[in-house]
């Protein structure tokens, strides 16, 4: 079956720091792979997404690559600041359906 | 354009009641998701809905039920709530299957369900 592993949080960060939040999955066939962030007391907002292999995904300043060779779907940033804490989720989509599987989440909080 | 809600936005109950949450999807979505935010779990998928039918359901026990209303808003109900049942319930929407290859899924803020 589909799964997604990210590594646990919290992430504790320096305004301006570099980021990254690791992310690998296990699929069938090619999925689509996809990064949703959680600010506090919000629903899930997408974030960014990779359709297939070596596609970048990136939005805001934050960019993933869908890496088939490693199954990964690493997320990364320059420069972090205060306004992106919050949980982040890796995950995929199989093509053959509709159901997001998500990883665990990653708390991220950036302090100033 | 209003986005996804949820209600109510807290629910409070007792081990062994009833509760029922209630999701309106963004108009034009036919596809609504329920999904479970335990605390340490990430999100787990529990139920989807399409043209009100129920299409998929996650790894949860039967308690866990829910339909789709001919307008296309949903509910959740869990029956004999357990205290391990607490967590935040987030609904999402998205257009039908084969409506759009860029499928976005829009989700609410959740109601935050606690078991006493």
């Known amino acids: 079956g589909n799964s997604v592993t990210q590594m646990e949080g919290p992430v504790t960060l320096s305004e301006e720091a570099f980021l990254t939040i690791n992310c690998t999955y296990t699929a069938t066939g090619y999925p689509s792979l996809f990064w949703y962030v959680q600010y506090p007391g919000e629903g899930l907002q997408l974030l960014l997404k990779a359709t297939k292999a070596d596609d970048k995904g990136s939005n805001k300043g934050f960019e993933a690559t869908y890496r088939k060779e490693t199954t990964s779907f690493h997320l990364e940033k320059g420069s972090v600041q205060v306004s992106d804490s919050a949980v982040y989720f890796c995950?995929?989509?199989?093509?053959?359906?509709?159901?997001?599987?998500f990883g665990g989440g990653t708390r991220l909080m950036v302090k100033p | 354009e209003a986005g996804v809600t949820q209600s109510p936005t807290h629910l409070i109950k007792t081990r062994g009641q009833q509760a029922t949450l209630r999701c309106s999807p963004i108009s034009g979505h036919t596809s609504v998701y329920w999904y479970q935010q335990a605390l340490g779990l990430g999100l787990q998928f529990l139920l989807w809905y399409d043209e009100g039918e129920e299409r998929n359901r996650g790894n949860f026990p039967p308690r866990f039920s829910g339909r789709q209303f001919p307008n296309y808003s949903s509910e959740l109900n869990v029956n004999a709530l357990e205290l391990e049942d607490s967590a935040l319930y987030l609904c999402?929407?998205?257009?039908?299957?084969?409506?759009?290859?860029?499928?976005?899924?829009?989700f609410g803020s959740g109601t935050q369900l606690s078991v006493l």
């Open positions: 999402a929407s998205s257009l039908s299957r084969g409506a759009a290859i860029e499928e976005k899924l829009f």
């Open positions: 995950a995929l989509r199989n093509n053959a359906g509709n159901m997001l599987t």
